[in-house]
Structure formats: structure tokens, C-alpha cells
């Protein structure tokens, strides 16, 4: 049979419990419809009655204890208290009556005020006691009520979820920072998400793409300062780029756009593996989404996993890329090249490899990540097994080239792991140029030819080396150059303690040595961007733990190979051993003693090298050995059963990295160079970070298109300060919430003035 949603018997005014109940509430009570038919009622201010309904909703299993809380706006730990009172007491128990006071009897209103009018007069706290007959605890609380204006009763765990859905309490925000006038002075504090009940009914049965975000005025949203990372997030083409590449997600409740914003955020909190969700409040980043709640771990997982089954996460990468070239191409006139080394700990039969942070060989994965000039990641591609930087570096070259998208030349820079003559004749061919450190041993330059050379940051600071500047020529051993030399330029310097001399090849002629010798320094930015995402952003993660079976036709060092050299190297050190020892023995036989004189027969001469003809035969043994085995076998025959870890879904993961880490950079950068803040060089990814798990209130506007985020002080005035000149910064973007039509507006509020100090 076909599955069909149920039919909508309930009145047209009830807002649905799961897909079999629904519930009406208005200022004469509560009723709750169960399949049409009218099920409990009770009346306005029968908290038992109602209280008795959420229960029995639970109980006939007509919808879960989480959408029964849901719709009778309390936490599901309430039901479960309230279904504990019923069992244990009956009905009466559900009355939940607090036991003592209900209020502080004394500090009545006019007794604040009173109190206030002593303390504004210039009375001590024991004076203030002794006129009024409280405690001089009473009075400070007193004059707290009275500095802080109107404050929400504290009321008992037992009764905090028993306020009936509407409208919230209004309270007055902190005063709005200049440019903010036209905000409303009052908006409801932690008001309640849009029911999104019915959509997820409908979702359930694929009737709907996807659930556009809706926004509710609300004020001291726990993560509103995430909306912050909004216009970078965007200026990274990951969702312009993820829309291109695949299209659309299945219908479902959350889109594309969500998925991505939701994935974003949680990495910029730090949680950036799926697990992470299970650590952030729903509600409160679902409030940032512009829904109910945020997706659960099996839901990112489920969707990744869909993203991941098309297998075009590489593609979805290189656009990323593309896009960021083309917003800024004078931070891709320089690209560093390098491998990071993801090491592996389950239990997967993984091939081994060099891990240098280990420093001995083990399971792990090879990752070649190309960033632009400031270190900021563009590109990543999963290298093979085994393959060296200059293997990954010649297949590159395609990519870099439609990454750059024209003929210009781009200065490419590495280390020495991508060392090879013919690697940088390909370079030069294909329209690169070369920027790396010379391997290998090479004669000193005389320190006659070292010149001070200066050279001018993008920061304005001033770098002096002693550099020489030569040119040398190599050798072309493999390829179709074979033979043929290739001139570079050579630029050179001392260590920090001028004990050796290091070197610099470039191809570029133009850059003066002292940019040569800044461009090579700085592709350590590209080792700060692995450790600040490792810290941050769990970038060694297993963000899936799947598995597949690796090529087996692969071809793969033979390690038969390498035992039998050891093998020839021992019989070398054999025969190395042995005409020692007979050049010893002949020359002991060719000087006697004074007076005396000795005969060498051939007989004596063959006893004295016998030890060396058998060391000879073994050495040519050996030698015929190691040349009869194959240098390389196929995979199956060397490690059967050997497994690579699921790459698409790394890749899916890495992107949403790349996109995390370039937007904290873009703010980060913008501290410093926009808002004057004078510690930005110490203090500005630390301050991004706290700005971005800050709260504040969240206000739509659809009459003007506009969604204002006015962000809560932060600890220090001046922190204050340079978000708020950050959020000028922002506004001129005009950037707009991804799946609706509200331009962003960000403010933030003053803070309180000091009380005065009596």
C-alpha cells in the first residue's frame, strides 16, 4: 500500500503533537484532540488538569515524551516529573505545590522602593536594616531589584515549565549602540522558535524540499554572535560552490544551505566532527538556523553520507578554489605546496607510511594541501599511497592551472620533499615558477658576495638578511630531458648561527633577494594553518570510519627487494672485512726481520686470499640475487587484503574545514586591519572566537528586509568596542542569510554605567 499522512481531523486553529494529537490553548483553557476526536480539556489557571493531559498523551503512546514537551512548552525531564507525580500520588500530585514561602514576603514592592529612597539618600546598609525591619542581605537584594529594574521570579523546578505557550515577557534590552535607534527597545528573552511540527510532519513523508529558515524576535540568544561569521562564511563560495556541484539534497526537513551553515557553525565552536552536535543545545543553534532545533548527529551523518555517494567532493573543492582566486587574485600570485601525514589508530589495515611527527613509520594518509600566499587553504587532494611531494606536485599541475584560470604565471613554493630537476623544468613548462630549498650537499659561497638585502611586509615591517644572489645550473637524470641542464637562481644565507650555509632556487628573476628570501620563510603560515586546525577544528579526526579494499593490481615496492640488498651489503662489508685482512697478512710476509729473507710461493699467496675469493663469490651471489627479484609486485602479493579509508567523505569534512578556517582568518584579519584594536596582533582569533559564542537578540524585520543582530557586551569595554567596528565592517558587505531575502544588520550594546559606590 501507498503511505499517505494521516487525515488533518483536528480543528484548523490546533497546532499538531506528532502526527495523531493536537492542542488548543486560548484564554479559557487548554483542549487536546486525539485522531479528531476531543480527548482532555481543562480550564485557564487547572494546572493539574493540564498537567494530567501531557501525561496521558504520553501514556496511550500518542506521541513521544519529546513532542509532548515540545507542545506544551516544558522540557521532557518535566514530563517525565509530572508522570512520576502521577504514579506516585495521583492527581493531587499533580497540583506540585511548592512547600514554604512562595515569595519573599517582606521585600514587597513598596519595600523596594522605600528601601531604594533610604539608600539614594545616603543611608548605610545597617540603618536601611534597622528602619525597614529586614536583614542586610534583604536590603543588597533590594537595591539589586531596584538598579536592575524588573526581574523574572525565580520559581521552583518543579513549576518553570509550567508557563503556557504565547507570547513571552518582554524585558528591556541594554541600550543599542549608535546606528541601532530603530531597533525596538523591547524583545522577548529567549522567546520560542516558530512550531515547525506540521513541516516535519510533512517531511517525514517527503511532501516538502526543505524548511525555510523563519526567525523569531528574540532576545539573549545563547550563539546569536555566530551570525558574525556569516558574511565570510558566504565571501568562501561553499555554498554557492556546493549548490553548482550537487545540485540539491532529497527532500527532508533541512536543505543544502542549513546542513552547510549548521556544519560551519559547530566547527567554529569547535566541535567540528558530527559527534560535536551531540555538545551544542538544539535550540539554541537551531534559533541561529532559523528553525526549532538543529540537526541531530544521524541526520549530519545521513546527509553527508548523501553528499558523499556522488563522488564529487573533489570538484566541489576545486569551484571552492576557483572562486577564491578569482575574489583574490594577489593572494594567489604565491601557492605552497605541502603534505601533511593524517596518522590512522583503528583497526583497518592501513598502509604505513612516515609520520614525522612520530618520527618512525605507521598507519596513516597522505594529504597535499595548496594555500594561497597568506597560508589560507585552497585546495586539497588525497595523494597515493606511497607517492613522494614531487609525484603529487606533477599531478597538481593541471588542477593549479584551472585553479589560476589564465595563462598568468604563479609562483609555486615547497619544501625539499618536492625535490627534482625535472620537476621544475615541468613547472616552468606548464607556467609556473619554482620557489624551494636546495637539497643535498653543495659548495659554500664566498662570504665576500653576501649583501645586506631589506624587504618591506604587507604589515610594514622590516626584514634584513645577508643574502647572496647566484645562479646555478642542474642536471636533468630522468624524463624525456634526460641529459639536459636547467639554469635557476640561487639565492643564499646563513643560518640563525651562521654555522652553514643555506639555499634558495627560484626561477622568478624579477623579485628582489630579500621577497625571494621573505616568500620562502612564510610557507610556514601553511604549518600554523595545520596546527591551529588540529587545535580548533579536530582536523586529524576519522570523520568516517568506512573503509574500502585497495586496488590490489596497484603496483608496490617489493620488500623482498630491500632484504636482499642488505643482504649485498653485508657481503660488501664481508669483502671490505676480508682484503683488510689479507693486505695485512701480505705485508706482514713481505717485510721479515732484518737479516732475514722469506719466499712467496703462489701457494702461500692463495692461502692468504682464500678469505677473499669466498667474500668475492658471495658478494656475486648476493649481487645476482637482488637483481633476479622484481623491484615491484602487485599489491595482493605484498600486503593482501590492504584497505585505503573512505575518502569522499574526508573530503566533504575538509571542505567544511577549509570554509571554517578561512572565515575566523577573514575576521581575524579584519580586527586588525579595520577596527584600530591596538593588541589585534596577540589577541584578534582569541576575541573572534568569544564574539562568535556570544549572545545577543535576534531581529527580523520583513518590512524593510532586514535581519538585525544586536550582539551582547562582551567582558572588556575595548573588547566591545572593536566588534562593534567590526560589525561596520560587516553591514557595507549588505551579505544575506543564505535561503531567505533578509540582509544582515549587526550593532552591538553599550555597556551598563557603573553603580555608584556608596
Not at 279 to 301: N, Q, W, Y
Not at 433 to 445: E, Q
Not at 571 to 579: D, G, I, L, T
Request: glycine share 6%; hydrophobic share 40%.
Amino acid at each position: 500500500m501507498t503511505m499517505q499522512p494521516p487525515l488533518p481531523l483536528a480543528p484548523r486553529d490546533a497546532r499538531p503533537i506528532g502526527t495523531a494529537a493536537a492542542i488548543i490553548e486560548d484564554d479559557t483553557g487548554g483542549r487536546v484532540f486525539v485522531h479528531g476526536n476531543l480527548a482532555y480539556a481543562w480550564d485557564c489557571g487547572d494546572a493539574a488538569a493540564r498537567r494530567f493531559a501531557a501525561v496521558s498523551l504520553v501514556r496511550i503512546k500518542a506521541a513521544t515524551q519529546l513532542e509532548v514537551a515540545e507542545a506544551f512548552a516544558v522540557k521532557p525531564a518535566t514530563v517525565r516529573r509530572w508522570e512520576t507525580w502521577l504514579t506516585d500520588s495521583g492527581v493531587v500530585g499533580l497540583l506540585g505545590e511548592r512547600k514554604g514561602p512562595k515569595r519573599k514576603s517582606k521585600l514587597t514592592a513598596g519595600a523596594v522602593a522605600r528601601i531604594q529612597t533610604l539608600r539614594d539618600g545616603g543611608a548605610s546598609y545597617r540603618a536601611i536594616a534597622a528602619q525597614t525591619g529586614v536583614s542586610e542581605g534583604s536590603v543588597r537584594n533590594a537595591i539589586v531589584l531596584a538598579n536592575d529594574g524588573a526581574r523574572t521570579e525565580e520559581t521552583h523546578p518543579a513549576t518553570t515549565a509550567d508557563v503556557p505557550p504565547g507570547p513571552q515577557p518582554a524585558v528591556e534590552t541594554d541600550r543599542p549602540a549608535a546606528g541601532s535607534e530603530d531597533l525596538p527597545a523591547q524583545v522577548p528573552v529567549l522567546a520560542d522558535p516558530v512550531d515547525r511540527s506540521g513541516e516535519r510532519v510533512l517531511a517525514r513523508f517527503g511532501l516538502i524540499a526543505s524548511a525555510p529558515p523563519v526567525f523569531t524576535v528574540c532576545a539573549r540568544a545563547p550563539l546569536a554572535g555566530l551570525l558574525l561569521a556569516v558574511p565570510a562564511l558566504t565571501a568562501t563560495g561553499l555554498i554557492e560552490a556546493a549548490h553548482t556541484v550537487y545540485g540539491e539534497l532529497p527532500n527532508g526537513f533541512y536543505c543544502l544551505d542549513t546542513m552547510l551553515c549548521e556544519s560551519v557553525f559547530r566547527a567554529l565552536l569547535g566541535a567540528a566532527r558530527a559527534e560535536g552536535a551531540a555538545r551544542i543545545d538544539p535550540p539554541a543553534l537551531g534559533r541561529v538556523l532559523g528553525l526549532d532545533r538543529s540537526p541531530e548527529v544521524k541526520t549530519i551523518r545521513r546527509k553527508i553520507r548523501c553528499l558523499a555517494e556522488s563522488g564529487k567532493a573533489g570538484d566541489w573543492i576545486a569551484a571552492m578554489a576557483a572562486r577564491y582566486v578569482a575574489a583574490r587574485p594577489e593572494q594567489a600570485a604565491v601557492l605552497y605546496v605541502d603534505g601533511h601525514v593524517r596518522a590512522y589508530q583503528g583497526v583497518r589495515k592501513i598502509a604505513k607510511t612516515h609520520v614525522p611527527r612520530l618520527k618512525f613509520p605507521a598507519p596513516a594518509t597522505v594529504e597535499t594541501w595548496v594555500a594561497d600566499a597568506g597560508g589560507d587553504p585552497l585546495l586539497v587532494v588525497l595523494a597515493e599511497p606511497g607517492a613522494s611531494l614531487a609525484a603529487e606536485l606533477r599531478r597538481l599541475i593541471p588542477e593549479l592551472r584551472t585553479m589560476v584560470g589564465d595563462d598568468r604565471r604563479v609562483l609555486v613554493g615547497f619544501d625539499r620533499g618536492g625535490w627534482s630537476p625535472t620537476l621544475f623544468a615541468d613547472l616552468h613548462a606548464a607556467g609556473f615558477d619554482t620557489l624551494t630549498w636546495r637539497k643535498g650537499k653543495t659548495a659554500d659561497i664566498e662570504d665576500s658576495a653576501f649583501v645586506e638585502h631589506t624587504h618591506i611586509d604587507e604589515h610594514g615591517r622590516h626584514h634584513t638578511w645577508a643574502l647572496a644572489d647566484t645562479e646555478v645550473t642542474l642536471d636533468i637524470a630522468d624524463g624525456p630531458r634526460a641529459g639536459e641542464v636547467f639554469a635557476m637562481r640561487q639565492i643564499s644565507l646563513f643560518d640563525a648561527a651562521r654555522t652553514r650555509q643555506m639555499h634558495i632556487l627560484t626561477t622568478r628573476r624579477d623579485l628582489t633577494p630579500g621577497e625571494v628570501r621573505y616568500r620562502m620563510g612564510s610557507r610556514w603560515r601553511q604549518e600554523n594553518h595545520y596546527r591551529y586546525a588540529r587545535i580548533h577544528f579536530d582536523f586529524d579526526s576519522h570523520d568516517s570510519y568506512r573503509a574500502d579494499k585497495d586496488d590490489p593490481t596497484r603496483m608496490v615496492p617489493n620488500p623482498a627487494k630491500k632484504t636482499a640488498y642488505a643482504q649485498v651489503e653485508k657481503a660488501r662489508r664481508a669483502v671490505h672485512s676480508a682484503e683488510t685482512t689479507s693486505d695485512t697478512e701480505l705485508l706482514a710476509a713481505h717485510s721479515p726481520q732484518p737479516g732475514t729473507s722469506v719466499v712467496l710461493t703462489n701457494a702461500m699467496i692463495n692461502t692468504i686470499n682464500a678469505d677473499v675469493h669466498a667474500a668475492e663469490a658471495a658478494l656475486d651471489a648476493a649481487t645476482e640475487i637482488h637483481q633476479a627479484i622484481p623491484t615491484r609486485l602487485p599489491l595482493a602479493q605484498v600486503h593482501p587484503g590492504q584497505q585505503v579509508l573512505d575518502t569522499e567523505t574526508k573530503l566533504i569534512h575538509h571542505a567544511i574545514r577549509i570554509a571554517a578556517y578561512n572565515t575566523a582568518q577573514s575576521l581575524a584579519r579584519a580586527i586588525l586591519t579595520d577596527t584600530g584594536y591596538t593588541r589585534a596582533d596577540d589577541e584578534a582569533h582569541t576575541l573572534i572566537r568569544t564574539a562568535l559564542a556570544g549572545s545577543g537578540d535576534i531581529i527580523p524585520d520583513h518590512d524593510t528586509g532586514t535581519l538585525h543582530i544586536r550582539l551582547d557586551p562582551l567582558p572588556a569595554p575595548r573588547h566591545t568596542a572593536a566588534i562593534n567596528e567590526l560589525c561596520n565592517v560587516l553591514n557595507d558587505t549588505n551579505t544575506v542569510y543564505p535561503g531567505t531575502n533578509l540582509t544582515l544588520r549587526y550593532s552591538t550594546k553599550s555597556h551598563r554605567p557603573p553603580r555608584p559606590n556608596y
